[in-house]
């Protein structure tokens, strides 16, 4: 069983910088694409950013471009979503989703997925 345990959301004010991390174990790694997806109340889950195995091709949703960062470390077996100059717009439950082939936006398409950790961003 592949588990994912994200870490890193909070509270923070418009213009602030996080970044979320997602711990991956039960599969190898190096096997799996990451994708960091996003729900906001009363919204559809959200593309944000996905990183693929080697070579590590990366592809972002339009509202992330410029202000996000997806990354992997092979070696601690994790991914990392650095998010910067953040807006009351990217308030939303943030989920890792893991699949094994090749990367992909679209939720359905993800086999294993953590809890989500809560991203609050205000005014």
């Known amino acids: 069983q592949v588990l994912l345990v994200e870490s890193g959301g909070g509270l923070v004010q418009a213009g602030a910088s996080l970044k979320l991390s997602c711990a991956i174990s039960g599969r190898t790694f190096n096997d799996l694409a990451v994708a960091w997806f996003r729900q906001a109340p009363g919204k559809e889950t959200e593309f944000v950013a996905v990183i693929s195995r080697n070579p590590q091709l990366t592809r972002y949703h339009d509202s992330a471009k410029g202000r996000f960062t997806i990354s992997r470390d092979n070696a601690k077996n994790t991914v990392s979503l650095q998010m910067n100059t953040l807006n009351p717009e990217d308030t939303a439950a943030y989920y890792c989703?893991?699949?094994?082939?090749?990367?992909?936006?679209?939720?359905?398409?993800?086999?294993?997925w953590g809890q989500g950790t809560q991203v609050t961003v205000f005014a």
């Open positions: 989703a893991a699949r094994g082939g090749v990367i992909s936006s679209v939720p359905g398409e993800y086999e294993h």
